[in-house]
């Protein structure tokens, strides 16, 4: 299984940025995908999953009405789209999967992050 993710960069407070996350090595619609962050001093925060169907999804209450998740099984990619990002979205952003249809339990699987910065 592997997983990169793509697109971090550097923002300025109330800006707008597009991560993916690509995958290969196994049944890509079989498994939920979903996006963790990891900020310097601060424990890792789950930020958004979605199912293998695409049908549901889950976000942190910190990103809830400002990050979107979408996937593409066609594409074998999952995109997340943050808008309106602060300070605080700055760290570095992995996409991973748990091993499973739904968004449950802990990621299994992760590849390389990137990093997301939010600063003026």
Do not use: H
């Not at 923002?11 to 995908?33: E, K, N, W």
């Not at 952003?93 to 748990?98: R, V």
Request: proline share 3%.
């Amino acid at each position: 299984v592997q997983l990169q993710a793509s697109g971090g960069g550097l923002v300025q407070p109330g800006g707008s940025l597009r991560l993916s996350c690509s995958a290969s090595g196994f049944t890509f619609d079989d498994y939920a995908i979903g996006w963790f962050r990891q900020a310097p001093g601060k424990e890792r925060e789950d930020v958004s999953c979605i199912s293998a169907s695409g049908l549901t999804s889950t976000y942190a209450g910190s990103v809830q009405g400002r990050f979107t998740i979408s996937r593409d099984n066609a594409k074998k990619t999952v995109t997340l789209q943050m808008r309106f990002l602060k300070p605080e979205d700055t760290a570095v952003y992995y996409c991973g999967s748990p091993g499973r249809q739904l968004c449950r339990g802990e990621y299994d699987y992760w590849g390389l992050g990137t990093q997301v910065t939010v600063s003026s």
